[in-house]
């Protein structure tokens, strides 16, 4: 069973640090996500990434940047967080083969104060 | 523009009663769509996929390409359905694949 991991389930920060979320799956998907989950607006995708080093932008990226050094890893940065980056923020993988559902972590919600 | 619409952000049923979730689509190629639900306190999980055919816990959807839409149904509802659903559509970009997800529909079955 595909296992997508992230690192925290609540995390609490404040206005203008800086925030690492980690994301680790353990299926050798090429494919990760990052999406943010909000009441009425849905999922929309921040980043993703296709391959090692690889990264682009969603539909929401201001504000956030990513990183993919390992395969199994992908991380989503808050350069300097604001209270409306406050957020519900999914990890998904999918495989690059046509057609493959993506596989979500347990999500980790984000307050900034 | 490819697009996912939800026309309802919450649906409330009684025990038993038949449920179908709107799913429409707006996509130039041949679409691929999926189902994906969260129960509370869990993660986002798929259902179900067009392509395989299947009833999972009771629920289908059939694509109907005329009208572009995806509906989820069950004939006989149960509490333990009560749960966030999804309707994604797969859009193929070549170097990756990503889903369009809609805005979600929350399913309340009443006892």
């Known amino acids: 069973d595909v296992k997508v991991t992230q690192s925290s389930r609540y995390l609490v920060k404040r206005t203008g640090e800086k925030v690492f979320l980690e994301c680790v799956q353990d299926m050798d998907h090429e494919n990760m996500f990052w999406y943010r989950q909000d009441p009425g607006l849905g999922l929309r995708l921040i980043y993703f990434s296709y391959d090692v080093k690889m990264k682009e932008k969603g539909d929401i990226p201001e504000g956030y940047s990513v990183s993919r050094e390992k395969k199994e890893r992908f991380s989503l940065i808050l350069e300097s967080a604001s209270t409306n980056q406050t957020s519900m923020y999914l990890c998904a993988s999918s495989s690059s083969t046509y057609y493959q559902p993506q596989h979500f972590g347990d999500g980790t919600r984000l307050s900034i104060l | 523009a490819q697009r996912v619409t939800q026309p309802e952000k919450l649906l409330s049923v009684f025990k038993g009663a038949p449920v179908e979730l709107k799913c429409n689509y707006s996509y130039s190629g041949s679409p691929e769509l999926f189902w994906y639900v969260q129960y509370s306190r869990q993660r986002l999980q798929l259902l179900l996929r067009h392509i395989s055919r299947e009833s999972i816990k009771g629920f289908t959807a059939d694509l109907n390409k005329g009208e572009t839409s995806f509906h989820l149904k069950k004939p006989f509802a149960q509490e333990e359905d009560s749960a966030m659903y999804y309707c994604?559509?797969?859009?193929?970009?070549?170097?990756?694949?990503?889903?369009?997800f809609g805005t979600g529909t929350l399913l309340a079955v009443q006892p």
């Open positions: 994604a559509l797969f859009n193929y970009g070549g170097a990756t694949n990503k889903l369009i």
